[in-house]
């Protein structure tokens, strides 16, 4: 029988980015070394922000390695997208500690995607049941209130994942908003597939931004120059800055990730008499366009949803790419197309009383999420129902 031993990385940089990436594959940028390390060296995740990394490698009995989980420990729950404040909130009503918690994520990333990745060559159930005895063995040790588990892909591809997770942790289902290719050649092939009013109306907010001068620029990853990304940067942090907020990630961590993997970036720059007046920064994945940062200074009709959206669906149906995690809520994305979907988090909760309360809250909620992405369903503005994947 194999066995197995597991460490946990207090930096990515502990393990080579090629044995990392090896078993991260290059389908989902999140996930790779480059990423996770600019995250770090950037201190967007580190100590000072409350993201302390703790990753899990698991390797065999020759050293080979066959898991790897991204994992933090947590002593807040700023910028995870599963909202856990009220669990927090309960604990702290009766004098008992939530934080810190160990979080296995992807900082500051809401979109489905690899956390407990193991070997497909290895036998499944045997190494994902030691990931989890060897998760809940770190927070028995440290005295942890919790593990979370967000948006983990392999809890729905991966048949032997499920039952292993059922056993010791609680799912949470969630909802989001997708886009999915149709095989459309065009956006005006997209518009096509809609309803004549909801067309119209998509062709009205374009329209909008064209009539205000504005044009659209793309530009990928090795083609930025450093004012570019500045620019970027200046939208991004203004943008939060209007909310009363700072963004998570500083420029630092922009200007890393252009170095190290510029063949995964796209920012979309609009354009106004030739100067930049917003940007929406894209991630690109094997099949898959990821939206997920975005700024302006002044504000222009409709130019949230160009940028954002429709530039966005632009992209992928020229380059032949599947599906548009366009990031997390948004119920105006459904009149654009875009399907609601259910997405999953895994929790374990160490209190046996709050484990049995938030069991039973989580057996309230979810039928009401189903019935929620059913219902929403309905407003989809297409001709016909579309099995969208």
């Known amino acids: 029988m194999a066995t197995f031993s597991a460490q946990f990385l207090q930096s990515i940089e502990e393990i080579p980015p090629a044995e990392w990436n090896g078993l991260a594959g290059d389908d989902y940028p999140f996930i790779q070394h480059e990423f996770l390390l600019a995250l770090e060296k950037s201190g967007s995740a580190s100590t000072e922000s409350g993201w302390i990394p703790n990753h899990l490698v698991v390797r065999d009995q020759t050293n080979q390695l066959v898991a790897i989980a991204p994992a933090y ?51 499944q159930t045997a190494v994902y049941t030691f990931v989890v005895s060897a998760m809940l063995n770190f927070c028995e040790r440290r005295r942890l209130s919790s593990w979370h588990v967000l948006f983990p892909q392999e809890a729905l591809e991966n048949p032997a994942v499920r039952p292993v997770l059922q056993h010791g942790l609680m799912e949470r289902s ?130 949230h949803f160009e940028t954002c959206f429709y530039q966005g669906i632009d992209y992928a149906i020229a380059n032949g790419l599947q599906h548009f995690d366009a990031g997390a809520q948004g119920e105006h994305k459904i009149q654009r197309g875009f399907k609601p979907i259910e997405t999953t988090s895994w929790h374990w909760i160490s209190h046996p009383g709050f484990a049995d309360a938030i069991q039973n809250f989580l057996h309230q909620e979810q039928p009401d999420i189903l019935s929620y992405i059913e219902d929403a369903q309905r407003y989809l503005p297409f001709k016909q129902a579309t099995d969208f994947k």
């Open 174 to 303: 969630g909802v989001q908003y997708h886009w999915y290719n149709q095989n459309f050649e065009t956006f005006q092939d997209y518009l096509g597939a809609m309803k004549a009013r909801k067309r119209n109306s998509i062709k009205k907010e374009r329209k909008k931004v064209v009539d205000q001068g504005i044009t659209f620029k793309h530009v990928t990853g090795s083609a930025l120059t450093a004012t570019q990304l500045e620019d970027f940067y200046v939208f991004y942090h203004a943008t939060y800055m209007k909310r009363g907020m700072y963004g998570y990630l500083n420029q630092d961590f922009f200007t890393r990730l252009a170095d190290t993997m510029p063949d995964r970036l796209l920012i979309v720059f609009a354009q106004k008499d030739g100067a930049n007046i917003a940007a929406a920064l894209f991630f690109l994945g094997s099949d898959t366009i990821f939206g997920r940062y975005w700024g302006c200074l002044d504000e222009y009709d409709q130019l």
């Open 73 to 123: 420990l947590k002593d807040h729950s700023y910028g995870e997208y599963v909202f856990d404040w009220s669990w927090a909130h309960a604990y702290q009503q009766n004098r008992l500690p939530y934080y810190p918690k160990l979080l296995t994520a992807i900082p500051f990333t809401p979109c489905t995607g690899p956390r407990l990745v193991v070997d497909p060559a290895v036998d």
